[in-house]
């Protein structure tokens, strides 16, 4: 009961994350690009007001997986380092504490660009 | 005056051909699909923390993002992700996995024009500016609270 509990909050989080980007396109016109950005200056600003831990406490996946999580992940990437290198880890913060899932998604785009063919739009 | 009235008239034929995205159905669609994307993630997640005890929450974390843009860069190397992201909309494009298409896609499109060209160029249309916002704004932050522990 408990799991399924927690399981429906990271339903129901993530559900309404992706309803806002939702909302956003259809009453902006936006791009999918400006999406992304919006959503990843969201993360940085939740985590740098210092909310993001609490939201995340309850919604777990369903704040973590949305793009926000990135955000979040550089922003606290680049507090924690400096906390431990000063100056320094303003530069080498944000991106150490993302970089799995940036080189991640460039090795698999790279490897299966290489492999698959473009399906033509219908 | 003549241009103005053609102008007008083509705006509204525009107007006419642009497909209507009916928002409640779309609504609904991107919220179900973008929380059975978390609710995956979260599974993935739970496994991992299962079957490898020794994991720490952080590293767990990275390995279930890296598993979840695995799949949907696979997705859209099969061309199926783009068809997930017609129907939801948002609930394809806001989790970690439409970071994952934005990137793969174009690559694959543009293979034609070669290796550095094509794929390599292009890879970034969507994701540079993710990055490049992202690594600006928490270099703020954190430039900010080394700031702060000046004091």
Known sequence: MEIFLSYLWVFLIGGLVCMLGELLIITTNITSARILVTFVLIGVFLEAID??????DF????INV??????????KGAI????????????????????????AAIFFAFIFALIFKSHTKK | MEDKKRNEAYNRYVKAKIPKTHAWPSL?????????ICVMGQGINDLLMLAFPSLSQQSAWAY????????????????????IGKFAGGGSIVPITGFSNSITSPSIEFKSEGIIYGICVKMFTIAGPVIVFGVVSSMVVGFI???ISLF
Do not use: C, E, M, R
């Open chain 1, 51 to 56: 909310v993001f831990d609490y939201i995340s």
């Open chain 1, 59 to 62: 919604a777990k996946a369903g």
């Open chain 1, 66 to 75: 949305p793009i926000i999580g990135f955000g979040a992940s550089l922003a």
């Open chain 1, 80 to 103: 924690s380092a400096v906390k431990t290198h000063g100056l320094l880890g303003v530069f080498t913060g944000g991106l150490t504490a993302t970089a799995g899932g940036i080189a």
């Open chain 2, 28 to 36: 609904f669609n991107s919220f179900w699909v973008g929380g059975v």
């Open chain 2, 64 to 83: 279930t993002l890296i598993i979840l843009i695995f799949i949907a860069s696979f997705l859209t190397g099969i061309g199926v992700y783009d068809q």
């Open chain 2, 145 to 147: 609270y080394w700031i």
